[in-house]
């Protein structure tokens, strides 16, 4: 028979060998899941960065889009005030045979030189949009192209009851022009508002 000490000792190296074996694999096994820990909060604060950084952009992109159309917005009012102001001008200077003195010829020269400046701004509004707002712009365009027309008709009218009644009609356009210019700033701050709420 065996020596039981040879025995016990070959029995304690296999339990220390085993013991070590499974001590290894548990913490082999412990190590692995640390470092996949690790690499899930690595991956979920990258995930993080990325995503306030994507923010941030578009945040600065809103930003850059709420300025320009903003600065096509405040053109295209001040441009369409000017050319109103043009018009209330020419408005008082309606009577018979006004339209050959050398003055009214100026205005008229300047009011088709603004409106011009004003068809230019009235395309930008219509690319910055929304359609809403390039609508009503195209509106006051066309409404003051054709209080143009009619501003030459009436400085030109050699009849004094015509005169009258192309006066009277520029009164009222102009009047009209003013609420749609009213209606394209309300609905300018909208447009710009809007923008905002999606930062």
Excluded: C
Excluded at 16 to 22: D, F, I, Q, R, V
Excluded at 89 to 96: A, C, D, I, Y
């Amino acid at each position: 028979m065996a020596d039981p000490s040879l025995l016990l000792t070959t029995v304690g190296v296999a339990g220390t060998l085993a013991g070590s074996g499974l001590t290894g694999f548990i913490s082999a096994r412990l190590e692995r899941r640390k470092e996949a820990a690790a690499e899930r909060t690595q991956l979920r604060q990258e995930q993080a960065a990325d995503r306030v950084h994507i923010r941030e952009q578009k945040i600065e992109h809103y930003r850059w889009r709420r300025d320009r159309r903003q600065s096509a917005y405040v053109d295209f009012y001040a441009k369409s005030q000017e050319l109103l102001l043009l018009f209330t001008k020419l408005h008082v200077r309606v009577q018979p045979g006004a339209g050959e003195s050398e003055a009214t010829r100026q205005l008229l020269q300047e009011a088709d030189e603004v409106n011009a400046a004003l068809h230019k701004l009235t395309a930008v509004v219509n690319v910055e949009g929304p359609r809403n707002v390039s609508n009503q712009a195209s509106l006051i365009q066309t409404r003051l192209s054709l209080l143009m027309a009619s501003a030459v008709r009436a400085l030109n009218s050699s009849d004094p009851g015509e005169a009258i009644d192309h006066r009277d009609q520029l009164q009222q356009s102009i009047e009209t022009l003013t609420e749609a210019q009213t209606s394209f700033l309300n609905l300018a701050h909208a447009a710009l508002e809007d923008i905002e709420t999606l930062n």
